[in-house]
T-cell receptor
Framework: AQKITQTQPGMFVQEKEAVTLDCTYDTSDQSYGLFWYKQPSSGEMIFLIYQGSYDEQNATEGRYSLNFQKARKSANLVISASQLGDSAMYFCALSSYKLIFGSGTRLLVRP | GAVVSQHPSRVICKSGTSVKIECRSLDFQATTMFWYRQFPKQSLMLMATSNEGSKATYEQGVEKDKFLINHASLTLSTLTVTSAHPEDSSFYIC??????????????FGPGTRLTVL
């Protein structure tokens, strides 16, 4: 069975500071992928970053980086230099054939 | 990047009527499409997986006779909510995957359809 867990229902961060959103997962698959998506109030799902289970280096995409700790089965998202536009829901997702989403974390960036 | 469209973006209907939602991959061929439902302040829940030309695979607890899925071509999948009731009011999101040439099977999401059943 696959499971993905986000334990932070809501987070605050001051503008220009960094923030870490937690994500842990469980799977029996050897090959899998981990995704992070942003969902603003409009509802669209915006792809942020991907980490493959065999990738040796942590993924980075601009201000987004993924802290992948395979032994601990965690894939935390780090957003550096937060901006007001970063306020949104953030979902972690586990993929082998289909995507399984975590419950999400609502991030609010304070000016 | 790949673009997926959904139509309509919003729909309001009366209880007992049926509503069809279209999901199109605009610039790639989608061998697999997924349908999700999202209730307010909740996560996306996978409803079903559809492969072009074959019957959809529904997740446990999803009524296949109520949520009819047709994946008639490599660029179009439709979700029909039959005899809709107020509890079917939700945000429905589709995603599409090309199934080849990608190392990590990225899914491309449509913008979603907000269904309100009165």
């Amino acid at each position: 069975a696959q499971k993905i867990t986000q334990t932070q229902p809501g987070m605050f961060v001051q503008e220009k500071e960094a923030v870490t959103l937690d994500c842990t997962y469980d799977t029996s698959d050897q090959s899998y992928g981990l995704f992070w998506y942003k969902q603003p109030s409009s509802g669209e799902m915006i792809f942020l970053i991907y980490q493959g289970s065999y990738d040796e280096q942590n993924a980075t995409e601009g201000r987004y980086s993924l802290n992948f700790q395979k032994a601990r089965k965690s894939a935390n998202l780090v957003i550096s230099a937060s901006q007001l536009g970063d306020s949104a829901m953030y979902f972690c997702a586990l993929s082998s054939y289909k995507l399984i989403f975590g419950s999400g974390t609502r991030l609010l960036v304070r000016p | 990047g790949a673009v997926v469209s959904q139509h309509p973006s919003r729909v309001i209907c009366k209880s007992g009527t049926s509503v069809k939602i279209e999901c199109r991959s605009l610039d790639f061929q989608a061998t697999t499409m997924f349908w999700y439902r999202q209730f307010p302040k909740q996560s996306l829940m996978l409803m079903a997986t559809s492969n072009e030309g074959s019957k959809a695979t529904y997740e446990q607890g999803v009524e296949k006779d109520k949520f009819l899925i047709n994946h008639a071509s490599l660029t179009l999948s439709t979700l029909t909510v039959t005899s809709a009731h107020p509890e079917d009011s939700s945000f429905y999101i589709c995603s599409a995957r090309s199934g080849g040439g990608q190392g990590y099977n990225e899914q491309f999401f449509g913008p979603g359809t907000r269904l309100t059943v009165l």
